[in-house]
């Protein structure tokens, strides 16, 4: 059940405490494809999860700004600071909980948000009244997440297969044309770089013309099968905190 979609009372009936929260960002996805590219990503993971799951799933809205001030230079991109970012999901996990619904996975679909989401998914997990685990689509899907670059293969190849309305096919040589091939400005193992306008001249990392819709396709369902497989670990896991007191 998607939460925008119910009314009150579908979500009174609903008896599950499994929720997916998809989170993602606002920000530049080269000359191709959307500013929401990330969120959007999170929300077909979260839905084709939810649909897939032998049991009843709570979908809430995505949260669609996250940690993304490395692409400011790009006209569109939002941002807000990791600590918003955190405070924000930690209380949106809290009213999830509420409600009864207090085994969270957050399905996220952008890089800059993996460190703030695993700190504040331990800190609700330890301090709160839920469970919460965040999963990051393109890290669960095999062989193919060698290839993630931004706005590249993957996530080119994922709308091309869930929103080919939002992908522009006219741009995707000049997409190729001003990438760079890989994230970062590294030396000694240490990424130089802050902001990705320092390493990319139009904001794709990685070659989208590698992304066609059946790779997409792919790609939905290798994340699928792994979110389907966490929602299992997460409904049956004891979540009890170990007690060694
Ligand atoms: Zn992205």
Redesign the pocket.
């Known amino acids: 059940m998607h939460l925008s979609d119910a009314t009150w009372t579908d979500a009174d009936d609903v008896d599950t405490d499994l929720a997916l929260l998809p989170v993602g960002s606002t920000e530049q996805?080269g000359p191709h494809a959307p500013l929401g590219?990330?969120w959007l990503n999170a929300e077909a993971v979260a839905d084709a999860g939810a649909a897939a799951y032998d049991g009843e799933v709570v979908v809430a809205p995505p949260i669609s700004v996250g940690v993304s001030e490395e692409h400011r230079q790009f006209t569109g991109t939002l941002w807000v600071s990791e600590d918003t970012f955190r405070r924000y999901v930690r209380e949106t996990v809290a009213s999830l909980a509420h409600h009864g619904w207090n085994r969270v996975v957050i399905v996220n679909?952008?890089g800059g948000n993996v460190a703030a989401l695993r700190e504040v998914a331990g800190t609700i997990t330890r301090h709160d009244e839920a469970y919460a685990v965040p999963f990051t689509w393109f890290e669960a899907v095999g062989d193919h997440r060698s290839d993630m670059g931004?706005?590249g293969p993957l996530?080119t190849a994922f709308l091309r297969h869930t929103r080919p309305d939002l992908v522009r096919e006219d741009e995707i040589e000049a997409a190729r044309e001003g990438a760079s091939d890989g994230w970062g400005e590294w030396v000694s193992y240490t990424n130089l770089a802050y902001d990705s306008a320092e390493f990319t001249e139009n904001g794709v990392v990685g070659d989208p013309t590698d992304g066609d819709e059946e790779r997409g396709e792919e790609l939905l369902e290798l994340a699928t099968q792994s979110l389907v497989k966490l929602l299992s670990a997460v409904e049956s896991r004891d979540v009890s905190r170990p007690d060694r007191e």
Do not use: I
């Open positions: 996805h590219t990330d679909g952008h931004h706005a996530e």
